[in-house]
């Protein structure tokens, strides 16, 4: 038997009872990794060393961090009080959406919670400004992908995580700033479409009516600020200082530890580490290799780049981009950058699969598209003809984001003119 094939067939079967199943393909990858690298002469040690411990603790350590910050009210009322500064300049507000979830997604949250925060905001916002809601949504979630790659995020320290046992790190500007310029891009697209330019309502929201912040909140946002200046300006480990900050908001009574504890996505965590169980069996048994060597006996040097973006923007349709487009794809981009001798960057290839996986995560079969369907139709009712054409919308806008970041791939601006080599 060709255990190449059958690991590659064995994930994408798990890919698909996720998808047809609605169910969380991270425990099932682990149980499919057990299997199959005993099938194949995996030692047992071998099949858990898949499970990476340290990103584990890491993306626990920042997402409990931000549960305490969203517990109490923290995110929620600095978001409002941002939103409020733009005053009557209501045609500021779409580029207010994008920066302010791109902010927010960056400094921790990421890309799902940033995104159900500012995505309901937005549209709750929407209908008060009767102002496009479909728009408003798309601003936000767009800006919470944009500002998902950054070093402190799950993103960034997934990609991170992902890239060290090829030796590799000291990308994570690079790559937060290339999802940044993808997302930036698209949502001048969208911001065009719907002319976002002309934007006027009366906003509701006014400084005077919302509340200061409390003890509470001023030192959540002390703590989130010094962890960002360490992580960021002194190189120390995001997750294990989140803990530090998490415990000091614990002892002075900042926020429901209780609370902050069910925030965490514990289903993501599980889906992002069980699935690189999956692909660590699958990398032993040859099978990333037999995929890397065919994609490149369809590649060129320069056709590389533009057909792993499309290879992602696709798998993330049916699939989620933290828990299996990067596990699955990154070690692929290290062997095609092998096979091409170093022709092709690594860097590259990561930043357009990530930035186009992405782009394609606005689809109403993915977690971002869901959110804002969910957050339309919880902040009016809904027609099954309204919801139907709104799924049709988003899944186009996705397919178009992805042919942005395709087109973009192939003139290589994801490597941004060499700057950070």
């Not at 993306?59 to 910050?69: D, N, R």
């Not at 919302?210 to 509470?216: G, H, Q, S, T």
């Not at 092998?338 to 357009?352: D, K, P």
Request: hydrophobic share 55%; charged share 10%.
């Amino acid at each position: 038997m060709d255990f190449r094939i059958i690991s590659l067939l064995v994930l994408a079967l798990v890919v698909a009872i996720g998808f047809i199943k609605k169910i969380n393909i991270g425990f099932f990858s682990i149980g499919a990794a057990f299997l199959l690298g005993m099938a194949g002469g995996v030692p047992v040690k071998a099949i858990v060393g898949g499970f990476s411990s340290s990103m584990f603790v890491t993306l626990v350590g920042v997402t409990f961090l931000f549960g305490m910050a969203s517990a109490n009210g923290t995110l929620d009322l600095f978001s409002k009080k941002v939103v409020a500064l733009v005053g009557k300049r209501t045609y500021l507000i779409p580029i207010l959406m994008f920066v302010l979830s791109a902010f927010i997604s960056a400094i921790g949250p990421g890309h799902i919670a940033a995104g159900i925060l500012m995505t309901t905001f937005a549209v709750y916002l929407a209908f008060e400004l009767k102002i496009n809601p479909m728009a408003t949504a798309l601003y936000a979630k767009l800006g919470a992908n944009a500002g998902c790659a950054s070093p402190l995020s799950l993103t960034g320290i997934l990609a991170r995580n992902l890239s060290e046992p090829y030796g590799i790190s000291g990308f994570g500007l690079h790559l937060f700033l290339t999802t940044l310029l993808s997302g930036f891009v698209f949502t001048l697209v969208v911001y065009l479409l719907y002319k976002g330019y002309k934007v006027n309502g009366d906003n509701p929201l006014k400084l005077s009516d919302i509340p200061a912040f409390n003890r509470e909140q001023k030192i959540t946002m002390a703590a989130i600020l010094v962890m960002v200046i360490f992580c960021i300006g002194f190189k120390m480990d995001t997750g294990l200082f989140a803990f530090v900050a998490a415990a000091v908001l614990i002892l002075l009574k900042c926020a429901d530890e209780k609370q902050a504890i069910r925030q965490i996505p514990w289903g993501t965590l599980m889906m992002i580490c069980g699935v690189g169980v999956l692909v660590s069996v699958i990398t032993k048994l040859g099978g990333v290799k037999l995929v890397s060597d065919f994609l490149a006996s369809l590649m060129t040097e320069a056709s590389a780049v533009p057909i792993m973006a499309a290879t992602s923007g696709i798998l993330s349709w049916v699939s989620s981009t933290t828990g299996v487009v990067m596990p699955a794809l990154y070690p692929i981009a290290h062997q095609i950058t092998g096979n091409f001798a170093g022709q092709v960057g690594y860097v590259e290839l990561i930043s357009a699969i990530t930035a186009t996986s992405f782009a394609a995560a606005i689809s109403p079969l993915s977690t971002g598209g869901a959110i804002i369907m969910s957050s339309y139709s919880a902040a009016r009712e809904t027609t099954t003809y309204e919801m139907n054409k709104m799924f049709k919308t988003l899944f186009l806008l996705s397919v178009a984001n992805v042919g942005v970041n395709v087109l973009m791939a192939a003139l290589h601006v994801f490597n941004l003119g060499g700057l950070f080599q």
